[in-house]
């Protein structure tokens, strides 16, 4: 990938490209046992002060990943307990298996929007939407899970909400989504065709694992 800043132009002018094929991310957490996942950059923008540039900005960002393995550390992601909060039987020691994830970031005027942002995994769907403002070091995403198999005994998932700034963010359970009936599951509240145009972007094919879910 490249990243350039021209300050001969007026204004200067940003611009990052990148795409990563089949990266391991279980390399930058531990919580990760195993899982490849594809990534496309490209993101422009222009200013002639910072704050002018972080507001201009503009493109996508895509991440989609296949099968892979989520240790019981998971449970401890910022801090808070992302899956803890979740999933609140969760045992410690449990592993979860990601079957697929497409998260497809929008960029305008510096702030990013999911067209597509989904999760499936061996207990749970999970589907997300809100925003990452940039200029504003903010960030502002609601989680809404679905579990697979609700039996007596079992406790509901419970949506969650991602927020705060970049460098402290916490997870709490979101009190709007509290009691409500999470029985269906959520695919249907994004198109299987912004998932296909994900997955299109990265120039990936029928045999990943996500296809079965734009089908």
């Known amino acids: 990938?490249?990243?350039?800043i021209n300050a001969a132009e007026k204004p200067a002018t940003?611009?990052?490209?990148?795409?990563?094929?089949?990266?391991?991310y279980a390399q930058i957490n531990d919580a990760v046992d195993e899982g490849a996942a594809d990534i496309?950059?490209?993101v422009t923008g222009a200013g002639a002060t910072w704050a002018e540039l972080w507001n201009s900005l503009q493109g996508d960002v895509v991440f989609v990943a296949g099968e892979g393995k989520l240790a019981s550390g998971m449970l401890n992601l910022w801090g808070g307990g992302l899956m803890a909060a979740m999933l609140p039987d969760l045992k410690p020691e449990e592993a979860l298996i990601l079957n697929c994830a497409i998260a497809d970031f929008r960029i305008e005027s510096g702030v990013g929007?999911?067209?597509?942002?989904?999760?499936?995994?061996?207990?749970?769907?999970?589907?997300?939407?809100?925003?990452i403002n940039?200029?504003?070091?903010?960030?502002?995403?609601?989680?809404?899970?679905?579990?697979?198999?609700?039996?007596?005994?079992?406790?509901?998932?419970?949506?969650?909400?991602?927020?705060?700034?970049?460098?402290?963010?916490?997870?709490a359970p979101d009190t709007?989504?509290?009691g409500m009936k999470l029985g269906g599951l959520l695919l249907g509240a994004i198109s299987p065709a912004l998932l296909a145009l994900s997955m299109t972007d990265l120039g990936l094919t029928e045999k990943h694992p996500c296809y079965k879910f734009i089908g």
């Not at 990938?1 to 350039?4: A, D, K, L, V």
């Not at 795409?19 to 391991?24: P, S």
Request: aromatic letters at 6%; charged letters at 20%.
């Open 1 to 4: 990938g490249t990243m350039e």
């Open 176 to 178: 709007m989504g509290v």
């Open 113 to 131: 929007k999911p067209a597509a942002l989904f999760l499936d995994m061996s207990r749970l769907s999970v589907t997300g939407d809100g925003e």
């Open 40 to 42: 496309n950059v490209a």
């Open 14 to 24: 940003f611009k990052v490209t990148g795409a990563l094929k089949n990266w391991h």
């Open 134 to 171: 940039i200029p504003q070091n903010k960030v502002d995403i609601r989680l809404t899970p679905a579990m697979k198999d609700v039996s007596v005994g079992t406790l509901s998932a419970v949506p969650v909400r991602i927020s705060g700034p970049f460098t402290n963010l916490s997870v």
